[in-house]
Structure formats: structure tokens, C-alpha cells
């Protein structure tokens, strides 16, 4: 059997032009999810306020994976502390908080913000407003956590006010 016999399928196929475009748009869609598993990006989103008038903005951001459970959470809260992307987004932090540690078992996240994060946001809002957007969006990127607490300095933040806030959420979701 002669290599033109074996082609000639292949020629009748693409002499047709919509089936060229499907072919490129196939080995487009290949290199695309050849990237991106290469790569190895997640997409996260970040939810920032408004200055203005205090309105939810989400923002999505792609983040390198790496495939430890605590440095992944650790890119995530180093990029909600730096802040969105637009101008007139607020800052959830003071720019000059950092994260400390982040420690990950069984479910609970700990997160060790510096002490500058317990200063009232540049751009308005409350420290607890800032804290708990923080804390849901660990819980609303990772579906492996199951509760997140936040540290400032050492010390535990807001513990009270989060357990009650996210039991009433709990009763609330079951009504």
C-alpha cells in the first residue's frame, strides 16, 4: 500500500475549508490545554470593595500551584494583602502587612498576619470587615478547608465574632 493511498482521506478531508478551520481550531484547543497543564496555573478569585461607595468587586487572578497545600494558601493571602489591581479598588490591608506563617491540618488553616494588619484599611472599612473577606476567600478557593483562624502578632483574631458569623451562615444556608 502506497503512501498516497494511505493520504488521500487526509486530502479529501481538508480539501473542505470548515473542516481546515475545525482541524486548527482542535490543535489550537490542544496547545491551550497543553499550556496550561504545563504551567500549572489555578485560577483564584480576590474580593475587593469599592472606594467609592464600598460596592464587592471579584477580581480573578491566575496563581502558580505547587502542589503543597500550605504555600498555595500562602500565595493566595500574600496576593489579597498586595491589593486589587484597579485603582479605585480598596486595599483590604495597610500596605505594609505581611504574612507571617500560614500552617494547614486537618481541615484549619492558620494564618499569622504582622501586626500592621490590625490597622484600620488606608482607603476606609473596619479591620473585621478586612479579616473576614480574607477568611472567606481561603475558604471559597480551597474546598479543602474547613475553617480558617487569623492571627495577628501571635495573638488570635476575631475568633469569637468568626465562629458566630459562620455558624449563623451555616444556619442560615440550611433554611
Not at 504582622?114 to 471559597?140: H, M, Q
Request: aromatic residues 14%; proline residues 3%; glycine residues 6%.
Amino acid at each position: 500500500m502506497s503512501v498516497s493511498k494511505i493520504l488521500a482521506p487526509l486530502r479529501e478531508f481538508f480539501a473542505l475549508r470548515k473542516n481546515r478551520r475545525l482541524a486548527y481550531l482542535l490543535l489550537l484547543c490542544l496547545f491551550a490545554l497543553g499550556d496550561f497543564l504545563y504551567t500549572g496555573l489555578a485560577r483564584r478569585t480576590f474580593v475587593f470593595y469599592t472606594i467609592r461607595d464600598a460596592e464587592t468587586v471579584v477580581e480573578e487572578r491566575f496563581l502558580r500551584r505547587s502542589g503543597d497545600r500550605e504555600t498555595d494558601i500562602r500565595r493566595y493571602a500574600e496576593q489579597a494583602l498586595l491589593g486589587p489591581i484597579a485603582q479605585d479598588w480598596a486595599l483590604l490591608f495597610p500596605r505594609e502587612a505581611r504574612v507571617q506563617s500560614v500552617m494547614y491540618r486537618q481541615g484549619v488553616v492558620f494564618v499569622d498576619l504582622t501586626e500592621e494588619a490590625a490597622l484600620p484599611p488606608p482607603d476606609g472599612g473596619t479591620v473585621f470587615n478586612s479579616f473576614l473577606t480574607l477568611n472567606r476567600g481561603i475558604r471559597r478557593n480551597f474546598s479543602f478547608v474547613n475553617d480558617v483562624r487569623m492571627f495577628v502578632g501571635g495573638d488570635q483574631s476575631f475568633f469569637e465574632e468568626f465562629r458566630d458569623f459562620f455558624a449563623e451562615s451555616a444556619d442560615n444556608s440550611r433554611t
